[in-house]
């Protein structure tokens, strides 16, 4: 059974850090892209951060040289260190798991952040 489980969301003030986590089971974590989207209130989802299955790492510009996204294979983990919170970083944040190879791709059921005074 696949599953994909976001944790670490949560009420930040402006310029505030958070560090999403998300844990897999039930597929190869090594052999898949790994990504955070994020959906805001009105908003359509938007991806926020990738790594693929060699470590290479793209962002979305509003996010790049605040946020980080890393993976560690052995613990199937994939995390988002998020910094300089802004308001507008609110929303709902997704992690993905996506493979051409094998014409796969899943999600977890999200987390929210709100940066917010």
């Known amino acids: 059974q696949v599953q994909l489980v976001e944790s670490g969301g949560g009420l930040v003030e402006p310029g505030g850090s958070l560090r999403l986590s998300c844990v897999v089971s039930?597929?190869?974590?090594?052999?898949?892209?790994m990504s955070w989207y994020r959906q805001a209130p009105g908003k359509e989802r938007e991806l926020v951060a990738r790594i693929s299955s060699g470590g290479s790492t793209n962002y979305v510009d509003s996010v790049k040289g605040r946020f980080t996204i890393s993976r560690d294979n052995a613990k199937n983990t994939v995390a988002l260190q998020m910094g300089s919170l802004k308001p507008e970083d609110t929303a709902v944040y997704y992690c993905?798991?996506?493979?051409?190879?094998?014409?796969?791709?899943?999600w977890g059921k999200g987390t929210l952040v709100t940066v917010s005074l």
């Open positions: 993905n798991a996506n493979s051409r190879l094998y014409d796969r791709d899943y």
């Open positions: 039930g597929f190869t974590f090594s052999q898949y892209a």
